[in-house]
């Protein structure tokens, strides 16, 4: 089976995007849709399985980075655990905010992401103007979910990014970007090779952030290279940080 990008994703349906450069593709609604390997030891503070952990870790990281993390759950995808997660996060040159939606596929020293963005345009906050006055400002804010102690910091959690309100609103990119990603995760094909490798156990142990059970440790040193090789591809050039709408995007490099 031939990869796409050089990842280890083998087929997605990808009726209605356009490819932009490879692994990366755009709708007419202004989506983004991304496919991603990194072989590097994944970045997630904690394993899947202590998800409570993970949870409060992934919201008070991506609140220290000034966004909001809207949801983060556990699932599969063609088989393989994964964490899907919804962010948003400032725009910064201009006021709104993007919205991203993910599937984390962590292995033992290596990552697959299934990235979806999308951002607002010239109009902003109308969601949540609408949101906040049919459920009353004192309803609106509520405490982080994954916290349990009010508010993190970053964007704020309140009730106009929950799913019930998507109908509402069917060209908001917060509703595009969820629509995207449920329809997309149902297609993914990943490559036996990928699919096989060990779980990601938890992060290499060091100081704990929080109170808690301790994360699973490892042994000895993590060895740099990659574990997944692939199918041959053809080289591409070589390609850095992409930016989209005032969002950063990180692509794997070639």
Request: with cysteine.
């Amino acid at each position: 089976m031939t990869s796409i990008a050089q990842t280890p994703v083998t087929g997605l349906d990808l009726t209605g995007f356009a490819e932009r450069e490879p692994g990366v593709w755009t709708d007419a609604a202004g989506i983004i849709l991304s496919v991603h390997f990194f072989p590097l030891v994944p970045d997630l503070p904690a394993p899947l399985h202590e998800l409570e952990r993970l949870r409060f870790e992934r919201a008070r990281d991506v609140a220290r980075a000034g966004g909001g993390l809207i949801e983060a759950v556990a699932g599969t995808v063609d088989g393989v655990t994964a964490l899907r997660q919804l962010i948003k996060m400032p725009l910064g040159s201009r006021p709104g905010q993007a919205f991203i939606g993910s599937w984390t596929l962590p292995k033992d020293r290596c990552s697959t992401v299934v990235k979806v963005q999308a951002a607002e345009g010239a109009t902003t906050g109308l969601r949540e103007a609408v949101v906040a006055d049919r459920v009353e400002p004192a309803n609106y804010f509520r405490p982080h979910p994954y916290t349990g102690d009010g508010q993190l910091g970053g964007l704020p959690y309140h009730v106009a990014d929950l799913e019930q309100w998507d109908a509402q609103f069917p060209d908001h990119p917060l509703t595009l970007v969820r629509a995207a990603l449920h329809r997309i995760t149902p297609t993914v094909e990943l490559h036996e090779q990928f699919k096989v490798l060990p779980p990601f156990p938890g992060p290499v142990a060091g100081p704990q952030s929080q109170p808690g059970p301790s994360p699973s440790p490892r042994s000895g040193p993590v060895p740099p290279a990659p574990p997944y090789s692939g199918p041959a591809a053809p080289v591409a050039p070589r390609r850095g940080w992409l930016r989209r709408k005032g969002v950063q995007a990180c692509c794997p490099e070639s």
